[in-house]
T-cell receptor, first 111, second 116 residues
Framework: DQQVKQNSPSLSVQEGRISILNCDYT??????FLWYKKYPAEGPTFLIS?????DKNEDGRFTVFLNKSAKHLSLHIVPSQPGDSAVYFC??????????FGTGTRLQVFP | DAGVIQSPRHEVTEMGQEVTLRCKPI?????LFWYRQTMMRGLELLIY????????DSGMPEDRFSAKMPNASFSTLKIQPSEPRDSAVYFC??????????????FGPGTRLLVL
């Protein structure tokens, strides 16, 4: 059973528009969430994180929103750029400090 | 720093053969993680080490899988015997751990394993 779910396997967005990637989790004890980005033939790289004491964290074009009551978080990229095309993994830190990853969403940003 | 180094980058083997994946973490990092990526389950943690000691191997799927970390700069993940369902991308990651455990993990490029 997946504790962290990314229900959209892929997303296609035009350059300059907003990309919204969604993630749901089932364990209300999760208190720290991260997004990793992965390019083909490379390992995932850390992108942005958020603690459960916040509902928003922003870093340049990337913003993560957390809705604890809905057990939902989202990553917004605005404006989207072709270089953002990658697979994005949502992850949660469990109570043993292990990362629980989702299955990923492949984002394609086209010109 | 060269980052996390994994070898081989690609491995094709036949069912029943032994497979050994290798990882060199970033120098100075005291945590090392082995992950497996599949389409169905995404990134799954298999095992992790702290200061060369295995801490949690609950993600190791079967006894066919074993991992070692003989020193701070080297770890292996072994599958014996390998099966077609083991085909996946295997990632190694390392981090400098701290009290909060929220430190960024740095991933290697992965080993793509295909078991025929």
């Amino acid at each position: 059973d997946q504790q962290v779910k990314q229900n959209s396997p892929s997303l296609s967005v035009q350059e300059g528009r907003i990309s919204i990637l969604n993630c749901d989790y089932t364990n209300s004890m999760f208190d720290y969430f991260l997004w990793y980005k992965k390019y083909p033939a490379e390992g995932p790289t850390f992108l942005i994180s958020i603690s459960s004491i916040k509902d928003k964290n922003e870093d340049g074009r990337f913003t993560v929103f957390l809705n604890k009551s809905a057990k939902h978080l989202s990553l917004h990229i605005v404006p989207s750029q072709p270089g953002d095309s990658a697979v994005y993994f949502c992850a949660a830190l469990d109570n043993t400090d292990k990362l629980i990853f989702g299955t990923g969403t492949r984002l394609q940003v086209f010109p | 720093d060269a980052g996390v180094i994994q070898s081989p980058r690609h491995e094709v083997t036949e069912m029943g053969q032994e497979v050994t994946l290798r990882c060199k973490p970033i120098s100075g990092h005291d945590y090392l993680f082995w992950y497996r990526q599949t389409m169905m389950r995404g990134l799954e943690l298999l095992i992790y080490f702290n200061n060369n000691v295995p801490i949690d191997d609950s993600g190791m799927p079967e006894d066919r899988f074993s991992a070692k970390m003989p020193n701070a700069s080297f770890s292996t993940l072994k599958i014996q015997p390998s099966e077609p369902r083991d085909s996946a991308v295997y990632f190694c990651a390392s981090t400098l751990g701290g009290v909060t455990g929220k430190e960024t993990q740095y991933f290697g490029p992965g080993t793509r394993l295909l078991v025929l």
